[in-house]
Nanobody, 116 residues
Framework: VQLQASGGGLVQAGGSLRLSCAAS????????IGWFRQTPKKEREFVAG????????YYADSVKGRFTISIDNARNVVYLQMNSLKPEDTAIYYC??????????WGQGTLVTVSS
């Protein structure tokens, strides 16, 4: 399955954005899908994840209570709703499949910039 992230942009601190991760070539069935982010100063880090069957979600401590991951299997899209954004959330956001300790190939990310 190929994944494409979109929905990034410029937002003020305290604002919200919703990112989308669209699948092509296959459905999400059987996969765990994760959102990751990377800045020039930090390694790519896990942000949030969900199993294809929904009901099970995972979050990094830094985004708990502010970000929500959801999956729409009918549309083959995974969303990341980001609220109460902070300047430190500024990064390129990627989505990918997660299998155990491995991830799939990285696609093009979407840039989120949070101004103070």
């Amino acid at each position: 399955v190929q994944l494409q992230a979109s929905g990034g942009g410029l937002v003020q601190a305290g604002g919200s954005l919703r990112l989308s991760c669209a699948a092509s070539g296959d459905t999400f069935r059987g996969y765990t899908i994760g959102w990751f982010r990377q800045t020039p100063k930090k390694e790519r880090e896990f942000v949030a994840g969900t199993k294809w069957s929904a009901g099970t979600t995972y979050y990094a401590d830094s985004v708990k209570g502010r970000f929500t991951i959801s999956i729409d299997n009918a549309r083959n899209v995974v969303y990341l709703q980001m609220n109460s954004l902070k300047p430190e959330d500024t990064a390129i956001y990627y989505c990918n499949t997660i299998t155990g300790m491995s991830v799939g190939s990285w696609g093009q990310g979407t840039l989120v910039t949070v101004s103070s």
